[in-house]
């Protein structure tokens, strides 16, 4: 079945360093494909999305790219802040509305 | 309210006993999820809604875990005869309408269920 496989934590990074979680997607079909966040005590909130192939997801400096071809979604952001520290979920969605997430990238922004 | 909102927050069950946990979806959304999120792992699937009807249940781990939403509003889950492994976060989310394979979800804060 559809599996979402992300890159596995936890991450440390100083603030204004670049940071790329991976992942990566096994689909029969042609799926959506989704960031989610959880920060501290906070529930999940959609980060980014993707609906087809060559599509960009953007969100408060965030970004990742569906590449079918490597069928990879992985997730950047050039300068992390503090207040990114968070967990990282990557999912994915098909027509089933079967919302299918990776295990969780955690990551602490240090100042 | 602004969100989905779920009670209670926190839940310690004795082995054995019945746990009932609920959500309140946005107002308005058609489509209600419930996911299951052990110890540092993702969200699992368990089961989801359209309005009143349980359209697929496929994620339930037993018959111990029954879900309802008799008005197309709020939802229970209901846990049944609570066994160790059941302590997980329960994970609501609503959605506003299916849209072919776009599907945003807004989840809730979570139940932390322990059973002792």
């Known amino acids: 079945g559809d599996s979402v496989t992300q890159m596995e934590g936890p991450v440390t990074l100083s603030e204004e360093a670049f940071l790329t979680i991976n992942c990566t997607y096994t689909a029969t079909g042609y799926p959506s494909l989704f960031w989610y966040v959880q920060y501290p005590g906070e529930g999940l909130q959609l980060l980014l999305k993707a609906t087809k192939a060559d599509d960009k997801g953007s969100n408060k400096g965030f970004e990742a790219t569906y590449r079918k071809e490597t069928t990879s979604f992985h997730l950047e952001k050039g300068s992390v802040q503090v207040s990114d520290s968070a967990v990282y979920f990557c999912a994915l969605s098909d027509q089933d509305n079967d919302m299918r997430f990776g295990a969780g990238t955690r990551l602490t922004v240090k100042p | 309210g602004a969100g989905v909102s779920q009670s209670p927050r926190y839940k310690v069950a004795k082995r054995g006993q019945d746990v009932a946990l609920r959500c309140d979806p946005i107002?308005?959304?058609?489509?209600l999820f419930w996911y299951q999120q052990a110890l540092g792992q993702g969200p699992e699937f368990l089961t989801y809604?359209?309005?009143?009807?349980?359209?697929?249940k496929s994620g339930l781990p037993s018959d111990r875990f029954f879900a309802e939403r008799p008005e197309g509003s709020v939802s229970t889950l209901k846990i049944q005869r609570t066994q160790q492994e059941d302590s997980a976060v329960y994970l609501c989310?609503?959605?506003?309408?299916?849209?072919?394979?776009?599907?945003?979800?807004?989840f809730g804060p979570g139940t932390r269920l322990t059973v002792l």
């Open positions: 989310a609503s959605s506003l309408v299916l849209a072919g394979a776009y599907n945003e979800q807004f």
């Open positions: 809604f359209q309005n009143e009807a349980q359209l697929d």
């Open positions: 107002s308005g959304h058609v489509s």
